[in-house]
């Protein structure tokens, strides 16, 4: 599911965009790059402690957009490249890949996991 440009992209410093959608509309929250763990090679977990707009969109429609990129990986044409990341979401609140990224990163209340369908290079 993710190529050697995608996981080029993990290793240096981002913002990656969540792109979320409920019945009052769409909402944007943001994380880092170094925040995310890749699972079973179609899972992102993302440690959270707030997203409460994001978890209520989430419960209403799980469908979620991701965007994230760097400027330090070379692109189709030139330095700097970037992937849409579309799939479904659940928090996790318990459980072994609470547990895993609790271990990382102490600060978070619960685990954004994203299972994906689709990882397209934009740039």
Known sequence: MFNEKFLEVLKHEGVVSIVTCGIKGAH????WNSY???IDNNKILIPTAGMIKTQKNIAENPE???TLGSHEVMGYRYMGTG???EGTARFLKDGEEY???KEKF???TRVL???VNSCKQTL
């Open 28 to 31: 944007v929250s943001n994380t």
């Open 36 to 38: 995310l763990t890749i």
């Open 64 to 66: 979620v957009k991701l």
């Open 83 to 85: 992937f849409l990341i």
């Open 99 to 101: 547990n895993l990224m």
């Open 106 to 108: 102490s600060f978070l």
């Open 113 to 115: 996991e994203i299972t």
